[in-house]
């Protein structure tokens, strides 16, 4: 069935730097992925929609110079946090909606953990 | 604001048991409700979705009751096992709004032996 993968499962940096965080989608194509972040024993809360070819749409409080989002082909998205700080310490998890029989549905990756000391 | 309200936020139950979750939601411009269970450390899992046209949907041992009036809907975990024990996460989305899925806070269940 439909996977989707995310690269790196855990990422520890120091406060400052950049951090990449792809989303792959295999064995289909994905129009739409999509970002979401959770805390530690919190809820999934949506951080922007990634398009291919065009620019993400932020959720209200989201920083897009912050969170950039690069969707760049149909089965590659990319998050990455800016001058990251350890409020950003966080689990980071990717969707992607696609095809499976006739039905649409949506796939979610295994997440990102976060960690910014 | 929360706009998919879940409860509780924990259940134990014995095995063999049932669990019930219930979400509420005020937009009523959601038509797809999905629910979704989470182990500590790994991404959301479907479980089991649901569509305003139908009352009740089954696959195996989980079971979505949905109150389109009362705008509700349930997760029923029939014969719960200790391998059931997770996060589960109600979500709603809308028609203009495919893929992005509002969630409910979160039930931890814990199966006991």
């Known amino acids: 069935g439909a996977v989707v993968s995310q690269h790196p499962s855990w990422v520890i940096c120091k406060s400052g730097t950049s951090v990449k965080i792809e989303c792959r989608s295999l064995d289909f194509q994905a129009t739409t992925m999509f970002w979401y972040r959770q805390f530690p024993k919190q809820s999934l809360m949506l951080m922007a929609t990634s398009n291919e070819g065009s620019k993400a749409t932020y959720e209200q409080g989201v920083e897009k110079d912050k969170f950039l989002i690069n969707h760049a082909s149909l089965t590659l998205s990319t998050l990455t946090v800016t001058s990251a700080h350890p409020e950003d310490s966080s689990f980071y998890i990717c969707?992607?909606?696609?095809?499976?029989?006739?039905?649409?549905?949506?796939?979610f990756g295994p997440g990102t953990r976060l960690l910014v000391l | 604001q929360q706009q998919v309200k879940q409860s509780p936020q924990s259940l134990i139950v014995q095995k063999g048991g049932i669990s019930i979750i219930n979400c509420a939601y005020e937009?009523?411009?959601?038509?797809?409700f999905p629910w979704y269970q989470q182990f500590p450390g790994k991404g959301p899992a479907l479980l089991i979705a649901?569509?305003?046209?139908?009352s009740e949907k089954k696959e195996g041992r989980f079971t979505i009751s949905f109150n389109k009036s009362a705008k509700q809907f349930s997760l029923h975990i029939m014969d719960s096992q200790p391998g059931d024990s997770a996060t589960y996460f109600c979500a709603a989305s809308g028609a203009d709004s495919w893929g992005k899925l509002q969630f409910g806070a979160g039930t931890q269940v814990v199966v006991t032996p």
């Open positions: 649901i569509r305003p046209d139908v």
């Open positions: 937009n009523t411009a959601f038509d797809y």
């Open positions: 969707s992607a909606t696609g095809t499976s029989g006739d039905q649409e549905t949506q796939y």
